[in-house]
């Protein structure tokens, strides 16, 4: 197989490692560049980069028929806390509350304290705690112009939660919130073993989102847990098993549409040859009634 990598970093730990498993085993992985893939296209892509150019690269390999994990769409969905918000609580999750908050600068009489953060996710965004009108104006200072989105401050444990999913298989781990303690840093992740019902809950959100790779990030509500982020495919570092479950992924994926592709060319061969002449049991007299 030919597995492609859409990625700013193709030496991430875990797109490394799965590479190499993949080489290993015999097949072909290749960088594809910005401008697309010189000669043979790939029998699947892995999507890790999330610029704007990587959606349009991975968009035009679906329009060629090349399975993109995850889809153009879905991350560029998940770029997105407004319309990831909606989606999600309109399929009943139990997703934090979300409202558009326009530009940081601009942002008026909210209820303290709460969370803020970029409306459009990416790599160093804005996730702040605000508790106050001081912190408020400090953050708009830095970022005056950076559209936002804001949510209830959940106190919870003091822990993030954190599921990754690859494949229907499950990865977790939690470390300290900066949000919780009000440092600008978090602890380190810990191994951590997942209340009932949150893999689940985990699973449940690539049904509504549509992913493959992806995170979701937890925290304990009042009542039950609460998602406060989904990532399209996450860096899942550090979890023991995630290089092997992304390389069966994609070898799955790839497998897939070389049996697409081969029943496409059968039916079109079977049709092509019965044009004019019928097909199946009317071939050799010419359709039925003569």
């Not at 560049?33 to 699947?44: F, M």
Request: a neutral charge; one cysteine or more; aromatic letters at 4%.
């Amino acid at each position: 197989m030919r597995i492609g990598l859409i990625s700013g970093n193709p030496g991430h730990p875990v797109l490394a490692a799965a590479a190499a498993l993949l080489v290993r085993r015999g097949h072909e992985v290749v960088a594809v560049p910005p401008a697309g893939p010189a000669g043979e296209l790939p029998d699947a892509c892995l999507l890790k980069a999330r610029t704007p150019q990587a959606l349009v690269l991975a968009a035009e390999l679906e329009r060629q028929g090349v399975p993109v994990v995850n889809s153009a769409a879905a991350t560029e969905l998940c770029q997105d806390r407004v319309r990831m918000a909606e989606l999600a609580r309109a399929a009943g999750l139990p997703f934090a509350e979300t409202v558009d908050g326009g530009r940081l600068g601009e942002l008026a009489d909210p209820a303290y304290p709460f969370v803020v953060k970029s409306r459009h996710s990416r790599r160093h965004d804005l996730v702040a705690r605000v508790d106050g009108p001081a912190r408020l104006r400090e953050l708009a200072e830095h970022w005056p112009e950076e559209p936002v989105v804001t949510q209830p401050f959940v106190p919870g444990t003091g822990w993030d939660q954190k599921l990754w999913v690859i494949d229907g298989q499950v990865f977790s781990a939690r470390r300290r919130s900066e949000l919780a303690t009000g440092t600008e840093t978090s602890g380190q992740a810990e191994d951590w073993e997942p209340p009932p019902g949150r893999a689940e809950l985990a699973l449940r959100v690539g049904e509504v989102f549509g992913l493959d790779v992806y995170g979701v990030d937890l925290l304990d509500g009042p009542a039950e847990p609460v998602i406060v982020d989904v990532n399209a495919f996450p860096g899942v570092r550090g979890r023991p098993g995630a290089p092997e479950a992304l390389a069966a992924l994609a070898l799955r994926v790839a497998a897939e549409r070389g049996v697409g592709h081969r029943v496409g060319r059968v039916v079109g061969r079977v049709v092509g040859q019965g044009a004019g002449q019928g097909v199946g049991p009317f071939a050799r007299s010419g359709g039925p009634g003569r």
